[in-house]
């Protein structure tokens, strides 16, 4: 079952700014994005908050595209991941240099890191290592697609495969 919830989901809540760039609403952001644009007003709920106060009692899965916010939504949501360990987290993740904060707050809430390259020909999971991460040049940008825990990494591995789709048939 997937329900959609017109709520923004961040580290605390509150009302912020959502500023939406001229000729693009796609690209709206809690962080300032260069060059002109609205401002809204939005309300913003931690997501462990959020699921309480809706009475959400399971998350199995969470697909975010929140635009430089994905480390707010994670942190604010850290109790009811921890809780409920969806079996996969997606998203996007550019940052430059050194670690994405997000990919700490996973490994901190035991979820392995899968990179999904964008291949049309052969989807596949790639592992993420902390080591390979954190050699990262200063300027040079990290993009994560995928995010698995480490559960549903052992069930591929023993399936033989790395592909989620073959993993969910």
Not at 3 to 13: A, Y
Not at 85 to 108: H, M, T, V
């Amino acid at each position: 079952d997937i329900r959609l919830h017109p709520v923004g989901l961040g580290r605390s809540n509150g009302l912020l700014p959502f500023h939406v760039p001229d000729g693009n609403a796609g690209k709206g952001s809690l962080v300032l994005p260069p060059g002109g644009g609205r401002v809204l007003t939005v309300e913003v709920r931690r997501l462990s908050d959020y699921c309480r106060e809706a009475g959400i009692d399971r998350v199995d899965f969470i697909k975010m595209d929140v635009e430089g916010v994905e480390a707010d939504v994670l942190e604010g949501g850290a109790e009811v991941i921890g809780r409920n360990r969806p079996r996969a987290i997606l998203f996007e993740e550019n940052r430059r240099g050194g670690e994405p904060a997000s990919f700490l707050i996973l490994r901190r809430l035991g979820y392995r890191l899968f990179a999904l390259p964008k291949n049309l020909l052969r989807n596949r999971l790639v592992p993420v290592e902390a080591a390979a991460v954190s050699d990262i040049e200063p300027g040079s940008t990290v993009t994560l697609d995928v995010v698995v825990p480490t559960t549903v990494s052992e069930a591929a591995t023993e399936a033989g495969t790395t592909s989620p789709t073959e993993l969910a048939e």
